[in-house]
C-alpha cells in the first residue's frame, strides 16, 4: 500500500504565500513523476505542475512565475511553493505520483488540501 500525505493548505489574503508538502511513504520502489493537481468547486482537475526524477518541471500557463514545484528524492516528498496567490487559485489541491510499487507501475492520488485566498 502506498500513501500519499499532502500539508500545507488553508486561508490566506491574496498576494500572500502557501507551501504546499506530499510526502509519500509505504510499499514504493521509486517514483518518477510528481506533481500537483487543483480542483476548484464546478470545475474540472486541472494540472499545476510536475516534476521528473531528473528535476525536469512543467508548469500550467496561469501558475508560471508564481509557483515553484521542487522534491526531495531522499525523503519522497514534494513541495509547492506557491507565492502572489490569488482568488482564482482557490481550489483543493491534490499530490499526484508515478511510481512503482508492488504491483507495477501506476499513478497514486493524495486526499487533497484546501487552499482558499480571500480577496
Known amino acids: 500500500q502506498v500513501q500519499l500525505v499532502e500539508s500545507g493548505g488553508g486561508l490566506v489574503q491574496a498576494g500572500g504565500s502557501l507551501r504546499l508538502s506530499c510526502a509519500v511513504s509505504g510499499n514504493i520502489f521509486s517514483i518518477n513523476t510528481m506533481g500537483w493537481y487543483r480542483q476548484a468547486p464546478g470545475k474540472q482537475r486541472e494540472l499545476v505542475a510536475a516534476?521528473?526524477?531528473?528535476?525536469?518541471?512543467n508548469y500550467a500557463d496561469s501558475v508560471k512565475g508564481r509557483f515553484t514545484i521542487s522534491r526531495d528524492n531522499a525523503k519522497n516528498t514534494v513541495y509547492l511553493q506557491m507565492n502572489s496567490l490569488k482568488p482564482e487559485d482557490t481550489a483543493n489541491y491534490y499530490c499526484?505520483?508515478?511510481?512503482?510499487?508492488?504491483?507495477?507501475?501506476?499513478?497514486?492520488w493524495g486526499q487533497g488540501t484546501q487552499v482558499t485566498v480571500s480577496s
Open positions: 516534476i521528473t526524477m531528473g528535476g525536469s518541471t
Open positions: 499526484n505520483i508515478w511510481g512503482v510499487g508492488i504491483g507495477g507501475r501506476s499513478a497514486y
